[in-house]
């Protein structure tokens, strides 16, 4: 235990404080609003009222009254994905160790763990006194690791990715389609969340209907507030229905191409559900299409070479499928008496996949086969040959003096630095063996090259041989 404690201590030291600040500031927040809330009833309801604020934020679901509450406001967990995003790439820093991100993200996943059983057994003792229940404890967990695990996936940011890929040995694409799918994403619930708030000043008399159910001020504020904090589950709600999906909220769903109407919580956010069909709504389907085609066209637009270029699409596919269903997943659940409210998980999943996939994917052969054109065309010398063998030779020297094998020293490769920058530059010069004219998008060399980049790579003199 001693010497393993020698070995984590450092990375313990560096990231623990970090980490605690984190957690301690959201949970700070909500023990504030639980005494908040507490001074009018009692301070018997604060421990009940933490625990069911923290299974909130993190978007597990309640039960209370008889019902359960599963569809929980997206707005504070993404609030938490954001804020803990930033804190991981300001600890991480320029340069981090394997055994370093290893005990980063065990330690953020672990503390919200055991925040997650703390708040359950605090509902769990609320309960023999109030009308509540706890959640079932496998799903808490769940949705605590989707909520602090994305802020970690995101925190790393694509630099640290591709200089830990690249030192596993392993190619760079999966980053490239990370970063495809979670653009498409992006944009298309952003491009939701916009249809969300043209039909609401569209169905303006339904909102201000809204507001007589209160009398003051004070509860006006709270259904703006109210509205503002499940503005989110509309917005990825919308995207599944400009996807083609479905919104279902019980009995009642929409779509472009038809709506059953059902009744539905007098709340101004309901006013950005349709009550009836949209004509022509089917031209929406141009939304998706616009952006699929635009973003895939812009990564390749934006990158001299691309590696793996099928590899690429099929993987940006596959991790819209992924990503889509775990937030159609978190942004949905059960609306008391209403039953089931939000997309359709599986069909939300299949539909980004496929928007993502086939734009990419024809882009993609396009640029593949652009590349074999240019390199048929023009490298057809022998001595061409043999100068990229020596060129590859030479790195590849390099690159075995810089890092060394997996298989002879794997402690001490866990714990060397991973800074991107060096290992990005080292990338490039092990690439140089199949090395293409300007303007080539090659499959076998990639430049990382991405807007969310903290620092851009240093280049490299080339050699007069390379010239």
Same mark, same amino acid.
């Given at each position: 235990?001693?010497?393993?404690?020698?070995?984590?201590?450092?990375?313990?030291?560096?990231?623990?404080?970090?980490?605690?600040?984190?957690?301690?500031?959201?949970?700070?927040?909500?023990?504030?609003?639980?005494?908040?809330?507490?001074?009018?009833?009692?301070?018997?309801?604060?421990?009940?009222?933490?625990?069911?604020?923290?299974?909130?934020?993190?978007?597990?679901?309640?039960?209370?009254?008889?019902?359960?509450?599963?569809?929980?406001?997206?707005?504070?967990?993404?609030?938490?994905?954001?804020?803990?995003?930033?804190?991981?790439?300001?600890?991480?820093?320029?340069?981090?160790?394997?055994?370093?991100?290893?005990?980063?993200?065990a330690m953020n996943i672990g503390i919200a763990w055991i925040m997650t059983i703390v708040a359950w057994l605090m509902l769990w003792d609320a309960s023999r006194v109030f009308d509540l229940a706890p959640p079932n404890l496998g799903v808490a967990l769940l949705s605590a690791l989707l909520v602090n695990g994305a802020s970690v996936v995101i925190g790393m940011r694509p630099r640290v990715w591709r200089a830990l890929l690249l030192r596993k040995g392993i190619g760079t694409w999966p980053v490239d389609a990370?970063?495809?799918?979670?653009?498409?994403?992006?944009?298309?619930?952003?491009?939701?969340?916009?249809?969300?708030?043209?039909?609401?000043?569209?169905?303006?008399?339904?909102?201000?209907?809204?507001?007589?159910?209160?009398?003051?001020?004070?509860? %006006?504020?709270? !259904? /703006?507030?109210?509205?503002? $904090?499940? @503005?989110?589950?509309?917005?990825? *709600?919308?995207?599944? &229905?400009?996807?083609?999906?479905?919104?279902?909220?019980?009995?009642?769903?929409?779509?472009?191409?038809?709506?059953?109407?059902?009744?539905?919580?007098?709340?101004?956010?309901?006013?950005?559900?349709?009550?009836?069909?949209?004509?022509?709504?089917?031209?929406?389907?141009?939304?998706?299409?616009?952006?699929?085609?635009?973003?895939?066209?812009?990564?390749?637009?934006?990158?001299?070479?691309?590696?793996?270029?099928?590899?690429?699409?099929?993987?940006?596919?596959?991790?819209?499928?992924?990503?889509?269903?775990?937030?159609?997943?978190?942004?949905?659940?059960?609306?008391?008496?209403?039953?089931?409210?939000?997309?359709?998980?599986?069909?939300?999943?299949?539909?980004?996949? %496929?928007?993502? !996939? /086939?734009?990419?994917?024809? $882009?993609? @052969?396009?640029?593949?086969?652009? *590349?074999?054109?240019? &390199?048929?065309?023009?490298?057809?010398?022998?001595?061409?040959?043999?100068?990229?063998?020596?060129?590859?030779?030479?790195?590849?020297?390099?690159?075995?003096?810089?890092?060394?094998?997996?298989?002879?020293?794997?402690?001490?490769?866990?714990?060397?630095?991973?800074?991107?920058?060096?290992?990005?530059?080292?990338?490039?010069?092990?690439?140089?063996?199949?090395?293409?004219?300007?303007?080539?998008?090659?499959?076998?060399?990639?430049?990382?090259?991405?807007?969310?980049?903290?620092?851009?790579?240093?280049?490299?003199?080339?050699?007069?041989?390379?010239?």
């Amino acid at each position: 235990m001693q010497q393993l404690w020698q070995l984590w201590r450092p990375h313990v030291k560096r990231f623990g404080p970090s980490l605690l600040i984190n957690h301690a500031v959201t949970l700070a927040v909500i023990i504030s609003i639980a005494v908040v809330v507490g001074v009018g009833p009692g301070f018997a309801y604060v421990p009940a009222v933490i625990g069911s604020l923290w299974m909130h934020v993190n978007l597990a679901p309640l039960h209370m009254g008889g019902v359960t509450l599963g569809f929980a406001p997206l707005l504070p967990a993404l609030g938490i994905v954001w804020w803990h995003a930033r804190r991981t790439t300001k600890a991480l820093g320029n340069s981090v160790s394997v055994r370093g991100l290893r005990l980063y993200a065990a330690m953020n996943i672990g503390i919200a763990w055991i925040m997650t059983i703390v708040a359950w057994l605090m509902l769990w003792d609320a309960s023999r006194v109030f009308d509540l229940a706890p959640p079932n404890l496998g799903v808490a967990l769940l949705s605590a690791l989707l909520v602090n695990g994305a802020s970690v996936v995101i925190g790393m940011r694509p630099r640290v990715w591709r200089a830990l890929l690249l030192r596993k040995g392993i190619g760079t694409w999966p980053v490239d389609a990370f970063i495809v799918a979670g653009r498409f994403l992006k944009y298309i619930v952003l491009a939701g969340g916009a249809a969300a708030a043209l039909y609401a000043l569209y169905n303006f008399q339904a909102v201000r209907e809204s507001f007589e159910i209160t009398q003051d001020t004070t509860g %006006g504020l709270g !259904l /703006v507030l109210l509205s503002l $904090l499940y @503005l989110p589950n509309i917005a990825v *709600g919308a995207a599944g &229905v400009l996807m083609g999906g479905e919104f279902h909220i019980g009995h009642g769903m929409v779509s472009l191409f038809s709506v059953t109407n059902v009744n539905v919580p007098p709340t101004p956010i309901s006013a950005t559900i349709p009550h009836g069909t949209i004509p022509h709504a089917a031209v929406l389907l141009i939304v998706p299409v616009a952006l699929a085609i635009w973003l895939a066209y812009r990564h390749v637009a934006q990158r001299d070479y691309i590696e793996a270029p099928l590899a690429t699409a099929v993987g940006a596919g596959v991790v819209a499928a992924f990503v889509g269903f775990c937030l159609s997943w978190l942004g949905g659940g059960e609306l008391g008496v209403y039953g089931h409210t939000g997309p359709l998980e599986w069909l939300f999943a299949a539909e980004a996949a %496929g928007w993502v !996939l /086939v734009p990419t994917l024809i $882009l993609m @052969l396009w640029a593949q086969r652009a *590349g074999q054109s240019v &390199v048929e065309d023009t490298v057809d010398s022998a001595d061409a040959d043999v100068a990229g063998s020596d060129d590859a030779a030479d790195d590849e020297d390099s690159a075995g003096q810089d890092v060394e094998s997996e298989d002879e020293q794997p402690e001490d490769r866990e714990g060397e630095d991973l800074e991107a920058e060096d290992l990005e530059a080292e990338a490039e010069d092990s690439e140089a063996e199949a090395e293409a004219p300007e303007g080539d998008k090659s499959t076998q060399e990639h430049e990382a090259q991405d807007e969310d980049s903290s620092s851009s790579v240093r280049d490299r003199d080339a050699s007069p041989e390379r010239d």
